[in-house]
């Protein structure tokens, strides 16, 4: 595909459950990013990885929250044991990594994460 | 420390009207990237505006335009002659060239343009 993709595009889940978020970044792009975004708020990063370095998790707010990638492809954001304050849009982005000065990253649509 | 500060949470504009959101960053790296994004309430990402540290000259692209001020360590945005579809949340971000692509993002404005 053209762009960055997510999905489910909504999840709706009871408190407890364990849930996954997909991301397929754009084809080729070594970098990829999720962010949490609460209802009328700013992104919150999440998670970023670049190629085959270790990821950069100084943003996951707890031990329940892990990510993983399969190479340079696909990632899966996990929360685990999901609590009402998870309730949010989670945002996928990927960008090329190349040392450029214009790299722009590019956001999928998002997935609207509900816990009752 | 906020690496990213936009001290305007919302902001209400009449239209035609130019209107500037604030940013304000924090950095050590001499080279650096700052970027604007606007989300409508489709809830979408759109890249706007982009200015390297080193760029001479401000950067703009059609109504958009950044008011650049590197020694402030400001890049404000400017919209000029605003329309009904300005209306969103905006949001400045930085890329810091620390050979790693990790781009902070400011917590928004939401621009409100009133008819």
């Known amino acids: 595909g053209a762009g960055v993709s997510q999905s489910p595009s909504n999840k709706v889940t009871e408190k407890g459950k364990d849930v996954e978020l997909r991301c397929d970044p754009i084809s080729g792009h070594t970098a990829l990013y999720w962010y949490r975004q609460r209802l009328g708020q700013g992104l919150e990063f999440l998670i970023y990885f670049q190629g085959n370095s270790a990821p950069d998790k100084s943003g996951l707010p707890s031990d329940r929250f892990s990510a993983e990638r399969t190479g340079e492809s696909v990632s899966t954001l996990t929360i685990q044991r999901t609590q009402q304050e998870d309730s949010a849009v989670y945002l996928c982005a990927s960008s090329s990594g190349l040392i450029d000065p214009l790299n722009e990253q590019f956001f999928g649509p998002g997935t609207r994460l509900t816990v009752l | ?115």
């Open chain 2, 1 to 115: 420390a906020q690496k990213i500060t936009q001290t305007q949470p919302g902001m209400f504009v009449q239209e035609k009207e130019a209107v500037t959101l604030d940013c304000t960053y924090d950095t050590s790296d001499p080279s650096y990237g700052l970027f604007w994004y606007k989300q409508p309430s489709s809830g979408e990402m759109i890249f706007l505006i982009y200015q390297g540290s080193y760029d001479q000259q401000n950067a703009t692209e059609g109504r958009y335009s950044l008011n650049f001020q590197k020694a402030r360590k400001s890049a404000n945005l400017v919209i000029s002659a605003s329309q009904l579809g300005d209306s969103a949340m905006y949001f400045c971000a930085m890329r810091e060239w620390r050979g790693d692509d990790k781009i902070i993002f400011g917590k928004g404005t939401r621009l409100h343009i009133l008819p």
